[in-house]
């Protein structure tokens, strides 16, 4: 018997037991694990109680939408995943570090950075409110005051007095008088500035070994090779040698403080 005939009959023995033995399997199988049903009711509220509590999941569900608006624009998150990016394009390494990396390392340091502002709502605002010693409404003007603080501490007065002329309103004569549709703006674009400013210095030395690079090779002839890419060693080299990230990151967290 050849090896071809052979191999077939086993084929073929194979597929009648798999047929055969294929009904039998859920004997043995083991017993099914109960899946839970979930239901959900929509209903005439009867008491007040119930509209309350119906508003205030609401309320909550479209807070939970706007928790990415709020955590890159009224944080530190702006300033933070800027000038990594700027670190990035001055390095010229392309996708290295790669996106998820950079936003990764953002948010944690926005978490590290917003610390004491957390801490001081739990106290004041969220505790209380658990603790029903205290309304929402009144609850959460009290966690905005730390918000406000952090974003009035690094706001130019040239950017709040912007957004005040062109709001047309009076002339705050106190932090309180500021609309916070007013701060948010000013606080934004002083975030960029100041990111931007921190980029412009981390460009600097990285920019210099360009030129330097750039004039090597065009004074031996070199027109045909890339300067980017005999630079970049010498990049990685000197952001290796200086220790750049913990410069980076130091530099970073002392501008909050």
Aim: net charge negative; aromatic share 10%.
């Amino acid at each position: 018997m050849t090896i071809r005939k052979k191999t077939t009959i086993i084929f073929s023995l194979g597929i009648f037991l798999l047929v055969t033995l294929l009904p039998a399997l859920p004997v043995f199988a083991q017993p099914a694990i109960p899946i839970p049903n979930l239901n959900i009711e929509l209903g005439t509220a009867t008491e007040p109680e119930q509209v309350v509590g119906s508003l205030q999941l609401l309320l909550l569900l479209t807070v939970l939408t706007l928790v990415p608006a709020i955590l890159a624009l009224m944080t530190s998150f702006t300033r933070t995943v800027i000038v990594l990016s700027f670190v990035r394009s001055a390095l010229g390494t392309q996708q290295i570090p790669p996106n998820q990396v950079l936003i990764g390392l953002a948010l944690f340091l926005t978490f590290f950075i917003m610390t004491p502002v957390y801490q001081q709502v739990n106290t004041t605002a969220i505790q209380p409110y658990l603790a029903e010693e205290m309304e929402f409404n009144e609850a959460l003007s009290v966690a905005m005051l730390p918000m406000r603080e952090f974003m009035f501490r690094h706001t130019r007065e040239k950017d709040l007095a912007l957004f005040v002329n062109i709001a047309n309103e009076e002339r705050p004569r106190s932090r309180d008088d500021v609309a916070l549709h007013v701060l948010i703006p000013a606080f934004v674009i002083s975030e960029l500035k100041t990111a931007f400013q921190m980029g412009f210095m981390i460009f600097i030395p990285f920019l210099v070994i360009d030129m330097v690079v750039a004039s090597a090779l065009m004074s031996m002839g070199m027109f045909m090779l890339p300067p980017v890419m005999v630079s970049l060693p010498f990049k990685l080299l000197l952001f290796v040698m200086v220790d750049g990230w913990h410069l980076v990151v130091q530099s970073l967290v002392e501008s909050f403080r």
